[in-house]
């Protein structure tokens, strides 16, 4: 009985000792870059690396100030923010058409978005280069969140969908039979229990956008967002200003996850099947 | 009510569906007219693929892109299994540490190559830890031409990090929909932890396994900031290769016949994984 009892100890041990290594395989990493960005440019160059951070806030005031480098940050917030209204503004209609009618081509709809997964999306910006050149919206972020919306789209309506499966029927139909109008109904019933699901997916389309290298590093010249000037300059620029630009990209990633925690596995749950 | 108004679901899929025609399905075809339509003559032609096909850079891409893929994607599978497993059994904790987990899911790839040249340039950590112990009497250069083998290493290391969270969260999405009554009868009849898991979940998460692999799978031959950031040059990858055609050498019509080998890869994998991981017709959970 005895060795019964430690070898469940035993094994206990082993599973959670790897949760918490899994854990640290993580976070270290990110430590070793908050070190760095949090470290002055000498700090970075010294040798070796102390592992606690300096809270020296010159690597990132060089950022800040180093040439381009701010309006490459608000090209990247505004391209993002365009995606993210594109993508609600027409990914929402559509996930709501999906949950609640029963229409003919309906399955080829679902699919069609589906497939667009399979395609290595980036790549058509290509072509879209051309086009935009003869319709004047090259390097304008208008441009490239249209890009970036091809990207967040089929995610968007596969997210709205599941959101709006989950809002039964009968309560839409509850308040039409009380007065409402259908858009009544869609605003005072379904508009505010679904308010929290729809957020979670527009910050997923921001992130997807804020990520975006290859579109955004082809589609941009003048207005680079804040991946192109980093790409472009990886192989001029010094560490410590790679180090920060990593950094300022991390930042929102951390936030993003955690205010969409609750979503992310039903987000993936629904596109499964 | 719902079946009355019959415009009403095509009023609101025409917003998407038009968006998706013309940034999809245009460029789509437009991209492989590119491919086959060469500067120097009219007409369609394979002049651009024998330009990049002949080019010496293509080949190691090629190569460099497919090993890389073989190198990474089965370790982020078994890492994604064994850490949707250990998250299934969890009572406490289990939305922190999913957290953790799943942080890497935000992070450009841009971003992840960046934190993993901390750890591998020449004032890095690892030098700095090599050092400590007393391996290295200076720090030497990492990231080289004389060191193909580390360059490897770290971008494998740095896409294991950063996109195994994609197949996690996909498949602890899959072991959720799996009834927990199969566990409870597999483990009345006697069945040990890991036959519970390679008689009940590997079969029942097939499915959630198919979409794993293929959507990793297509954005491993997508591989290129992770690539720019640590190997730069000295690791040429195909995505690279389009952007070096298109931008740097601005011949558009090499980069689309790359992006159409891309393609091809991508849907050839597609339909491999879907054929292999088959799910019988009927089964469902």
């Not at chain 1, 090209?75 to 365009?82: K, P, T």
């Not at chain 1, 390097?139 to 919306?149: A, K, N």
């Not at chain 2, 460099?64 to 998250?87: G, K, S």
């Not at chain 2, 999913?98 to 790839?109: E, V």
């Amino acid at each position: 009985m005895d060795q019964v009892g430690a070898t469940t100890k035993a094994s206990r041990m082993v599973y959670l000792s790897s949760i918490v290594l899994l854990c640290l395989w993580i976070l270290g990493p990110l430590y070793l870059l908050a070190v760095n960005a949090l470290s002055s440019p000498e700090a970075i160059n010294q040798f070796p690396m102390s592992l606690i951070p300096e809270f020296d806030l010159e690597s990132l005031v060089f950022f800040m100030k180093f040439n381009g480098m701010v309006d490459a940050l608000v090209n990247s917030i505004i391209v993002a923010v365009l995606t993210m209204i594109f993508s609600i503004g027409l990914g929402a209609p559509a996930g709501y058409a999906l949950s609640r009618f029963d229409f003919i081509g309906k399955e080829f709809f679902r699919v069609m978005i589906l497939m667009t997964r399979a395609f290595p999306l980036p790549l058509l910006a290509l072509p879209l280069a051309v086009l935009f050149i003869e319709t004047g919206l090259d390097d304008t972020q208008i441009g490239l969140s249209l890009i970036h919306t091809t990207l967040a789209l089929p995610f968007a309506i596969l997210i709205t969908f599941s959101l709006f499966s989950g809002i039964p029927k009968e309560l839409e139909e509850a308040a039409w039979t009380l007065g409402c109008t259908r858009f009544g109904a869609f605003r005072h019933v379904v508009l505010p229990l679904i308010l929290p699901g729809i957020t979670a997916s527009a910050i997923f389309a921001f992130v997807i956008s804020w990520n975006e290298v290859f579109a955004s590093a082809v589609l941009t010249i003048q207005n680079r967002t804040l991946t192109a000037f980093l790409l472009q300059n990886l192989d001029t620029a010094p560490l410590h200003l790679k180090f920060a630009g990593g950094f300022i990209l991390v930042i929102p990633a951390l936030v993003f996850i955690f205010a969409v925690r609750k979503y992310l596995f039903a987000m993936w749950g629904i596109s499964n099947r | 009510m719902w079946s009355q108004n019959k415009q009403l679901p095509y009023v609101l899929i025409a917003p998407a569906s038009l968006f998706l025609a013309v940034f999809f399905l245009y460029p789509f075809l437009s991209v492989i007219t590119q491919a086959f339509e060469h500067s120097s003559s009219d007409g369609y032609s394979l002049k651009n693929f024998q330009d990049v096909f002949s080019h010496w850079k293509f080949s190691i891409s090629l190569e460099n892109t497919l090993l890389l893929t073989a190198a990474v994607v089965p370790v982020q599978l078994a890492l994604a299994l064994l850490m949707a497993t250990m998250v299934n059994g969890m009572t406490k904790g289990r939305e922190f540490v999913l957290y953790i987990w799943t942080i890497p899911l935000g992070i450009s790839d841009l971003a992840a190559g960046i934190i993993w040249l901390v750890i591998f340039e020449q004032t890095g950590f690892l030098n700095s830890l090599m050092m400590s112990l007393g391996l290295i009497s200076q720090p030497t250069p990492l990231l080289t031409y004389q060191n193909p083998m580390m360059i490897f290493v770290a971008i494998a290391l740095a896409e294991i990090w950063r996109a195994t969270a994609i197949m996690l969260v996909i498949l602890v999405a899959g072991i959720g929909l799996i009834p927990k009554e199969y566990y409870e009868a597999a483990s009345v009849f006697g069945a040990s932890r890991w036959q519970q898991f390679a008689r009940v979940t590997l079969p029942l998460l097939r499915p959630s396994l198919q979409t794993a692999l293929i959507l990793r799978v297509i954005l491993a031959f997508e591989v290129f900031a992770v690539v720019a950031a640590l190997g730069g040059t000295l690791f040429p990858v195909l995505m690279g290769e389009t952007y070096t055609y298109q931008f740097d050498l601005l011949n558009s019509g090499a980069a689309a016949a790359i992006a159409l080998v891309i393609l091809g890869l991508s849907i050839a994998f597609t339909l491999l994984i879907l054929r292999v991981l088959r799910v019988p017709k009927g089964v469902s959970i």
